[in-house]
């Protein structure tokens, strides 16, 4: 008991918690992992579409400084070459834009999945409270963001003169190359660096990203109290289910006990179990089971047929397999079809009799054919 009061969060958090939380906004995050897709699809962008933006650049600043004197006297005639060149420029640049934002979405969205909630746009009160602020500041979490920042330099400062170590002899050699091939090279050897450097973000990243979920699991973690709260909540306190349970079978049984004067007959063990059938010829099908009980019930089940002048025939196998093998509103199993039809037989052949039409039947033969397989 102790132990399950002693108010310590040691509980995973349950299905309606992380949905909860859900809600509120409150997701596994990594920023860095965002920063990544956003740097590296940048960078991928610029290298598929840096030739086609710069050659169109090219283009619009060839043309602008290449005008004839009418065109330069011209203020609509320059318009429209501005205007050509814009047009120009503006399908690379726009999927540059395209892949940045996509990687952008990718990045935030991959780990934690898409959420919107209006409830974690709300102004809050602790958000601007200097307490709660400087909490925040000097907090676990802002501990945890300073390592982050300070390996994140340390990890492209090292990346980053590993590349200039590597390139240094090709950096000199720009100077040798003619002009435009040297700026050619320069930008394709920026870009190039720019993704590795990028790329190296990762390493922060697989470190990150594996603490922001297991943080999260950690905030959301339950005491054991909160969890037997929260099952109480949903699904209701044990003693109501019960009683709920109570009634329904007390239901089923007042329901299965007004369907006793409806039945063709009562079949017996003959004293622990009673199983009564009703047969509508005019409906065809099979036989219905329209109640069953053992010891009590049994003999309510008994006491109920005799007050309404129903037959009991004792079968003590047939009474037990039925028991076992069908529930109140079902039809019989189809193996006991021709166990079930010599007794209904019997029974409306007696019927028959006590109405002066036939002659008084042969007694439901003591064995019937029951399968072993339905044998209790």
Known sequence: ???????????????????????????????????LFVLVGSACAMLLMGDALASSMAQMMQHLFSLDRQEAMDVNAIFKVIND???QIVAPLLWIFFIVML????????????????????????????????????????????????LKFFVVFIVAFLLLSGLFEQILGLSREAIPNNFEHAVSMLLWMF????????????????YQVWNHNRQLKMTKQEVKDEHKS??????????IRRTQYEMSQRRMMEDIPNSDVVI????????????????????????KG???MALHIRTIAKEHQIEIIQSPALARSLYYTAEVGDDIPEELFAAVAQVLAFIFQLNEHKKGRAK???PVAKELPIPDDFRY
């Open 1 to 35: 008991m102790a132990d399950s009061d002693s108010g310590e969060k040691t509980e995973e958090p349950t299905a309606k918690k992380l949905t909860d939380a859900r809600k509120k906004g409150q997701i596994a995050r990594s920023k860095d992992l965002g920063t």
């Open 85 to 87: 060149g814009v047009f």
């Open 103 to 150: 990687a952008a979405f990718i990045g935030n969205t991959l780990l934690g999945g898409m959420s919107f909630s209006w409830e974690a746009m709300m102004p809050k009160a602790s958000k601007l409270s200097p307490i709660a602020g400087f909490k925040r500041m000097f907090g676990v979490q802002a501990a945890v963001e300073l390592i982050k920042s300070i």
């Open 195 to 210: 993704l590795v450097l990028a790329l190296s973000i990762g390493i922060i990243v697989v470190i990150d990203a594996p």
């Open 234 to 243: 949903t699904e209701g306190s044990p003693e109501i289910k019960g009683r």
């Open 268 to 291: 017996t063990n003959p004293t622990h179990f009673s199983i009564a059938l009703k047969y509508d010829a005019a409906v065809g099908g099979a036989p219905v089971l329209s109640a």
């Open 294 to 296: 053992v010891d009590e």
């Open 360 to 362: 008084k039947p042969i």
